[in-house]
């Protein structure tokens, strides 16, 4: 229960990484997520997944996260990966393996062959880093930032305050939650109930710890909602704050590195999009044609 709270909840620590003002942080964030949706090239998606990676070396993080991160990324890449090699559906398709095939009796003639495609494993490759490069990059932003930072950033962003105050909220409320249903099902199992059996075990399982779950989620709600109120939460249009953000060099470095690269590779697969749809041709483009085909 208490590690299943420690592992959301996140680590602060004084290394380069946590002293990264949360802004750029968010800034960060966004630029990586538009700049993997332009990317179609697996390998220069894995390098990218690579160098997020190594920020949690430099956050020196506990081992109990970086499990946890392992867990997402083998599950989601995986999942994603094996589901779109079975269901891949566009033209050239290439077939490496028979599940089913076509002249099983009832199976064959019900679902017309069921097959590993080779083109399906690498656009679910494609898609699974997308995820993964995103997600890599924001559990060490929420790992490695103060809700109290993360909640000045968002508003020193122009967010409004209320929707910050939500966003910061919902993120604190999370490793509770997490906490609460290991509580359940620790709960479920003391009664002689196997929550990890298979079939009726699994749906009685979810059932069981949903209902409670969602009845603390809503009694922590009110709760939390008459708090705020009580504490003046609309009495004032400006607020101040205890720690004043700044931005350093390194910050300024990341924001820029960030938009410029973002903004480099949406541009570049707009102009080599153009070309392969022939509205636009330049001859003084040629070589950055050739690159956008075999890295981006």
């Known amino acids: 229960m208490i590690r299943a709270r420690t592992i959301a909840e996140p680590t602060i620590k004084d290394t380069i990484i946590h002293r990264i003002d949360p802004r750029a942080k968010i800034i960060l964030l966004i630029s990586t997520a538009f700049a993997v949706v332009a990317l179609d090239?697996?390998?220069?998606?894995?390098?990218?997944?690579?160098?997020?990676?190594?920020?949690?070396?430099?956050?020196?993080?506990?081992?109990?996260?970086?499990?946890?991160?392992?867990?997402?990324?083998?599950?989601?890449?995986?999942?994603?990966?094996?589901?779109?090699?079975?269901?891949?559906s566009q033209l050239p398709r290439t077939v490496i393996f028979t599940i089913i095939s076509p002249g099983t009796p009832y199976l064959g003639d019900l679902t017309g062959g069921f097959f590993v495609y080779q083109e399906g494993f690498r656009y679910g490759a494609v898609q699974g880093l997308r995820?993964?490069?995103?997600?890599?990059?924001?559990?060490?932003?929420?790992?490695?930032?103060?809700?109290?930072?993360?909640?000045?950033?968002?508003?020193?962003?122009?967010?409004p305050y209320n929707i910050a105050f939500m966003v910061v909220t919902s993120m604190r409320f999370l490793p509770i939650i997490l906490a609460e249903v290991a509580t359940i099902v620790t709960v479920q199992r003391l009664r002689g109930f196997k929550p990890t059996r298979v079939g009726r075990g699994v749906i009685k399982t979810a059932i069981n710890t949903l209902t409670p779950t969602l009845a603390s989620c809503v009694r922590r709600a009110s709760v939390l909602a008459i708090s705020v109120e009580g504490r003046a939460f609309r009495a004032y249009d400006s607020r101040t704050y205890l720690k004043e953000l700044r931005f350093t060099f390194l910050d300024k470095a990341i924001i820029f590195t960030g938009i410029s690269i973002a903004l480099v590779i949406i541009i570049s697969k707009v102009l080599y999009g153009l070309y392969a749809s022939e509205i636009y041709y330049s001859s003084n483009l040629r070589e950055l044609y050739t690159f956008v085909r075999d890295v981006l």
């Open 41 to 88: 090239n697996p390998e220069t998606m894995l390098i990218l997944l690579l160098i997020s990676l190594s920020g949690y070396a430099l956050a020196k993080l506990p081992v109990s996260k970086l499990k946890a991160l392992c867990v997402l990324l083998v599950l989601g890449l995986w999942g994603t990966m094996f589901s779109q090699a079975l269901f891949y």
């Open 131 to 159: 995820s993964a490069i995103v997600l890599s990059i924001g559990l060490l932003m929420s790992w490695t930032t103060d809700a109290r930072n993360m909640l000045n950033g968002l508003v020193r962003l122009r967010i």
